[in-house]
């Protein structure tokens, strides 16, 4: 939300904001004798003041203002959306704060939807109860879904209500996969929300956040794939006896792997569940090294491969090139297209690999004889 000036300020709060500097300074500082809500109002305006001093004295009182001197201020009604807005990130760790913004219904969505990813379970709650406000702002929906410490159950519900509506949300990569995994709950095994909660909660330990790293780390120079990937199988197959993510309901391994680090995305982006898979290749944190083992894994779903082959980004990388046309899930269109910007060695190896399409093979040679060094 911009902040821009106030146009209604009471007397005593533009006194303290329109003086000499030195009144200005005092009310910065949270000296001046201001009532709760003149006080906010008056650090709120001298935020935009244009002497620096002035400004980050005002900050730090917005930080640092006894939670009993704010709190009235930013639960009443009438205080301006602007002010509550700056606020909220800076009593972000202060509980009854966060509260109070949460339940003002002048709070505007857009300052919801900011401070969202930086709440705790309990606010979170409270945000999730307010039907009217996430369906108008379903934005609010997609940073709870991608907040880990939301509660699964709590998630499932606002999504529901999502579906439910015909609201299309905002912020979840795999918004698609979510839905169709709703849609398709019908027969299929029950869970109690306790029992949702603990196996994410369980699970989230290990695979949301910076607990585990790549399994097999590789490099663009990488030349033996094959032996990586079975590699890697492996460790994924030993890992999943440890960790219980098979147990999950498809909607909780669909958040998993579009929130989850990258030993989740190693295990999910194998799931037998499309839905499940294509979640785990579109996590925004999906780094190039990982994209360089799935292109060349044989074992992965179609739909893996073709998110791979059609996302422009992946394809600047050259050894992803290489391996989608060794690849034989790789569609057809998209090797042939690939084929011009093979490396004579590359294509030589093309025309020679049982591996791939004839048809594939086949052009490699051609372009190999055009360029008068066929092999």
């Not at 500082?29 to 809500?37: D, I, Y």
């Not at 919801?112 to 307010?130: F, S």
């Not at 097999?216 to 994924?236: A, G, L, P, R, W």
């Not at 030993?263 to 190039?288: Q, S």
Request: neutral net charge; contains cysteine.
């Amino acid at each position: 939300m911009e902040h821009t000036p106030l146009d209604n300020l009471s007397e005593a709060a533009r006194k303290a904001t329109s003086g000499p500097a030195a009144m200005k300074m005092m009310a910065a500082r949270g000296l001046a004798p201001l009532k709760p809500f003149d006080l906010a109002c008056a650090l709120y305006t001298l935020s935009l003041d244009p002497d620096e001093a002035i400004r980050q004295a005002a900050d730090k009182s917005a930080r640092e203002a006894p939670e009993k001197l704010v709190l009235g201020a930013l639960a009443d009604a009438a205080l301006d959306a602007r002010i509550i807005d700056y606020f909220a990130p800076r009593v972000a760790t202060k509980a009854p704060l966060v509260e109070a913004i949460l339940l003002n219904r002048t709070t505007a969505d857009d300052t919801v939807v900011a401070l969202v990813p930086r709440l705790v379970e309990r606010d979170l709650e409270l945000v999730a109860v307010n039907e009217q406000r996430l369906l108008r702002c379903p934005a609010i929906i997609g940073a709870l879904y991608m907040n880990p410490k939301a509660r699964m159950s709590t998630v499932d519900r606002c999504v529901e209500l999502a579906v439910r509506n015909q609201v299309a949300v905002p912020g979840i990569p795999a918004w698609d996969q979510v839905v169709q995994a709703v849609l398709g709950l019908k027969g299929q095994p029950t869970h109690t929300p306790e029992e949702v909660d603990a196996a994410f909660a369980q699970v989230a330990r290990v695979a949301v956040g910076e607990g585990k790293g790549e399994i097999v780390e590789v490099t663009e120079d990488t030349e033996d794939f094959e032996t990586i990937n079975e590699e890697e199988q492996k460790k994924v197959e030993e890992q999943k006896q440890n960790i219980p993510i098979e147990k999950l309901p498809i909607p909780a391994k669909i958040r998993l792997a579009t929130i989850g680090n990258a030993f989740a995305r190693a295990i999910l982006v194998r799931d037998v569940n499309r839905m499940v898979a294509l979640a785990a290749i579109r996590n925004p944190g999906v780094t190039d090294n990982e994209v360089l083992k799935f292109s060349s894994n044989r074992s992965l779903g179609d739909d893996v491969i073709r998110e791979i082959a059609t996302t422009k980004e992946w394809l600047k990388l050259y050894k992803v090139k290489v391996n989608l046309c060794n690849n034989p899930k790789t569609p057809l269109p998209v090797s042939m297209r690939l084929l011009p910007f093979m490396h004579e060695r590359d294509l030589r190896n093309l025309g020679r690999s049982k591996g791939i399409p004839s048809a594939l093979g086949a052009q490699a040679r051609k372009l190999l004889q055009a360029k008068g060094r066929g092999g």
